[in-house]
T-cell receptor
Framework: EADIYQTPRYLVIGTGKKITLECSQT?????MYWYQQDPGMELHLIHY???????EKGDLSSESTVSRIRTEHFPLTLESARPSHTSQYLC??????????????FGEGSRLTVL | KQEVTQIPAALSVPEGENLVLNCSFT??????LQWFRQDPGKGLTSLLL?????REQTSGRLNASLDKSSGRSTLYIAASQPGDSATYLC??????????????FGTGTQLKVEL
């Protein structure tokens, strides 16, 4: 059973609001990720982190930002939400595995709707 | 750039059938391959992880094989049940064009097991 948690699970907000999606894991994993997924579509990596104070942009350009102040915590922030940000955001974590990505564990996701 | 393709995109079978889901990738220099299950509106659940040096992995009614040289993996589900209905995703880590830290996902096979 994976121990990775995302809050909120569902969020409906108005345009221009600032939002933070929380992600926490209790497995002590160094690597953490944020993926974005539209309904019926593939996952796109938007941010990842190798460890504390490390953050990198993923393959898909995103207006969101992330921080990694503690190993277990990897929040994602949108300073000014827009309808185009409506999507499901999935957080994941893994160990290092011989210099590459080990088994990936996902949270339940945060479904964001911006009106 | 690593590309991952899953065939078929959708599959409907009667309960009890054995079935095979296919995954192919263009860059065979991978570190590992993972199969995931995703239920509607939820996160991904890791099913099986196959390292590049392995040929197959088994978990209960699931068996995943890997033929790295031909860029193919299959997920075999024995004696399918309605509870197996979900979208199944494969993802590969690494590749000469992808780098060791990147996980590339396929678009998934949507499976429906009918009573």
């Amino acid at each position: 059973e994976a121990d990775i948690y995302q809050t909120p699970r569902y969020l409906v907000i108005g345009t221009g609001k600032k939002i933070t999606l929380e992600c926490s894991q209790t497995m002590g994993h160094d690597k953490m990720y944020w993926y974005q997924q539209d309904p019926g579509m593939e996952l796109h990596l938007i941010h990842y982190s190798y460890g504390v104070n490390s953050t990198e942009k993923g393959d898909l350009s995103s207006e969101s930002t992330v921080s990694r102040i503690r190993t277990e915590h990897f929040p994602l922030t949108l300073e000014s939400a827009r309808p185009s940000h409506t999507s499901q955001y999935l957080c994941a974590s893994s160990e290092w595995d011989r210099g590459s990505t080990g088994e990936l564990f996902f949270g339940e996701g945060s479904r964001l709707t911006v009106l | 750039k690593q590309e991952v393709t899953q065939i078929p995109a959708a599959l409907s079978v009667p309960e009890g059938e054995n079935l095979v889901l296919n995954c192919s990738f263009t860059d065979s220099a991978i570190y590992n391959l993972q199969w995931f299950r995703q239920d509607p509106g939820k996160g991904l659940t890791s099913l099986l992880l196959i390292q590049s040096s392995q040929r197959e992995q088994t978990s209960g009614r699931l068996n995943a094989s890997l033929d790295k040289s031909s860029g193919r993996s299959t997920l075999y589900i024995a004696a399918s049940q309605p509870g197996d209905s979900a979208t199944y995703l494969c993802a590969v880590s690494g590749g000469l064009t992808g780098g060791g830290n990147k996980l590339t996902f396929g678009t998934g096979t949507q499976l429906k097991v009918e009573l």
